[in-house]
């Protein structure tokens, strides 16, 4: 799935703005004080412990819905980031810290962070104390007496930094500000329609103050797809408005520097995601949070991965016949899949299903061909799972044996499964539709995670409950929590309940 909504969404000019007597950081010392942090919990480094990795993609998630809401959290949130020992050492945390716990056989170290506080500085001190990192850095940064000084986080005219834009205009708020915020969160709502009366108009509010960079984001993206004769450029990396104007700039001040590399991406797809590299349909990819010259090196190799991109339908053919003509396919709902690593994935299976299939037959009771069934292969660390959209999961390692099994055992459920996902997709285009139209939204949209089924029942409820929801005019995304987010969107859950679901 796409799975992190990434820390750090926030892209706005880098301007220090005080109230009340506490300091806000700017996005260059944030990002500063909290590199370590993120160099220790990066999804990227758990990519064969599925289990950490998706508790690291999930925090972090939560992590950037509180800085989204310019540190505001709905109500007192404690999140959990697994970091790897080093050396098998347990030095990494400190050891004063409670709230750590062991995982893998001391492999990891389980952290525990609150964000039920509204000042940035503490909060990110918090952290680095936690994970054993220095704080030395951000206690270097000096306080502001107790003034009000304020500098337009909108300005258009501010110098802004691509790459260390990440967090800045959290807006302090003061005592009465906190006491207030501490009364709410002990009586917060059940129900959607009371936290939307709660906060629709700061949400609309929001939205409106990002028409103009939607807009530049708009003028942007047309001018570089046209210029760099570009297929297409997609945003997906979960970061907000500002971040994607950000990247689109870094990018066109990158063509006109080199104006002759960039001819490579001529008819290419290129995705701001959250790694670099060449996916398995051939669109290029770049981290949104990677310098540029990391990007100008992928750039300059991306026609290299041609000739691997070209093999890959031939080597999932083989799989398939080896297989019975199964369907070799990608994840419905995952994140882009890289085109380097996947086929050695694909010939490590092929190798241990016609090891197997030499020496035993598959079972009697299967169908002549499984061209019914779709199977997606995925690293040595994946899961070996029916998907809800009823696709085989396999990871690449899996012995034969224990595959073969599995498909007996769970063919008549995904091919169930796979029947319904057809019907279902095409119900939830219906309701996406009646949804926006309906409820008056200028958008509706849904992370990875969220499957047809569970949007289909989420769009259902959203009418049938629609005279008593203030919607209209909002940014609407279907996640698994409650959150205002700095460009206006809102968050709420699939399975949000309603007034009368209280009763």
């Known amino acids: 799935m796409n799975a992190i909504r990434s820390c750090a969404r926030k892209y706005v ?46 925090s972090l998630k939560q992590l950037n819905a509180y800085i989204e809401s310019e540190a505001k959290p709905s109500q007192s949130t404690h999140l959990t980031f697994y970091l790897r020992n080093q050396n098998n050492q347990d030095k990494l945390l400190s050891p004063q810290v409670s709230n750590v716990t062991s995982s893998e056989s001391g492999k990891f170290q389980a952290i525990q962070i609150n964000l039920g506080q509204n000042d940035i500085r503490h909060t990110v001190h918090s952290i680095l104390r936690k994970c054993n990192l220095p704080t030395s850095y951000i206690d270097s940064l000096p306080k502001q007496p107790k003034e009000q000084t304020f500098s337009n986080p909108f300005n258009k005219n501010s110098n802004i930094n691509p790459y260390a834009q990440f967090w800045n205009n959290f807006r302090d708020r003061d005592v009465d500000d906190a006491e207030r915020e501490i009364r709410q969160r002990r009586t917060i709502p059940n129900d959607l329609e009371s936290w939307l009366g709660k906060n629709v108009e700061d949400a609309k509010t929001k939205l409106h103050e990002c028409w103009p960079i939607r807009d530049e984001i708009i003028r942007l993206r047309k001018h570089l797809c046209e210029s760099l004769k570009l297929k297409d450029i997609i945003w997906d990396c979960g970061w907000g408005t500002r971040h994607f104007r950000g990247c689109l700039e870094s990018l066109k001040a990158l063509s006109l520097q080199h104006p002759e590399t960039m001819e490579i991406l001529k008819g290419k797809t290129l995705i701001f995601g959250r790694e670099t590299g060449v996916s398995l349909d051939g669109h290029v990819i770049l981290n949104s949070g990677e310098v540029r010259t990391n990007w100008l090196d992928l750039i300059r190799n991306a026609h290299k991965y041609d000739n691997l991109i070209f093999r890959i339908p031939s080597v999932q053919a083989t799989l398939s016949r080896t297989l019975k003509d199964i369907k070799v396919v990608h994840r419905k709902f995952g ?38 069934l779709e199977l997606v292969v995925e690293s ?110 809102i968050c709420i859950p699939w399975n949000w309940k309603s007034e009368k679901d209280q009763d």
């Not at 000019?13 to 370590?36: E, I, Y």
């Not at 899949?337 to 050695?344: D, K, V």
């Open 335 to 372: 994140p882009l899949r890289m085109a380097e690593s996947y086929e050695s994935l694909l010939r490590k299976l092929i190798t241990s299903i016609g090891d197997y299939h030499r020496k035993s037959s598959f079972p009697k009771d299967w169908p002549e061909k499984l061209a019914h």
């Open 13 to 58: 000019a880098s301007n220090d703005w005080t109230c009340g007597g506490v300091r806000h950081l700017n996005s260059g010392q944030v990002f500063t004080a909290l590199k370590p942090f993120f160099f220790a919990v990066h999804p990227d480094l758990f990519g064969q412990f599925p289990k950490e990795r998706e508790v690291n993609e999930n």
């Open 380 to 489: 040595d660390a994946g899961p070996l799972m029916v998907s809800p959209t009823g696709q085989i999961i396999v990871p690449a390692s899996c012995p034969p044996f224990l595959l073969v099994n599995f498909i007996s055992n769970n063919m008549e459920e995904a091919s169930l499964k796979l029947d319904l996902y057809q019907k279902e997709k095409y119900e939830e285009i219906e309701l996406h539709e009646k949804c926006v139209k309906e409820l008056g939204l200028v958008a509706l949209q849904k992370d990875d995670n969220v499957t047809p089924s569970l949007m289909i029942d989420c769009c259902k409820r959203l009418l049938e409950n629609q005279l008593t929801l203030s919607l209209q005019g909002t940014h609407l995304w279907i996640t698994t929590y409650y959150s205002v987010l700095s460009d206006g969107e």
